[in-house]
């Protein structure tokens, strides 16, 4: 049996991919040139306002600590809320 990792994405913009690539990939993806820095921004649909952090970076973590979102814990361990 064989098996071959594939090393480039093409879905992602790379500031996104680069977390999966070192969490799981021991940092041997890459994101191919022509996603590479897509962003929300770049889609047709979407009108950018002026300083829109939503629109022009490509991951934002949101701290939600303190919001009355509690985490639960399933049965198969994972969290959400």
């Not at 962003?39 to 939503?54: A, I, M, R």
């Amino acid at each position: 049996q064989m098996s071959r990792m594939l090393r480039t994405q093409y879905r992602m913009n790379a500031d996104i991919a680069n977390w999966a690539s070192k969490a799981s990939y021991g940092g041997n993806l890459i994101s191919h040139k022509t996603v590479e820095a897509h962003k929300l921004s770049d889609l047709p649909h979407v009108t950018p306002g002026v300083d829109d952090v939503l629109n022009f970076s490509p991951l934002l973590l949101i701290d939600s600590a303190g919001c009355d979102m509690h985490e639960t814990v399933n049965s198969a361990g994972p969290r959400y809320n």
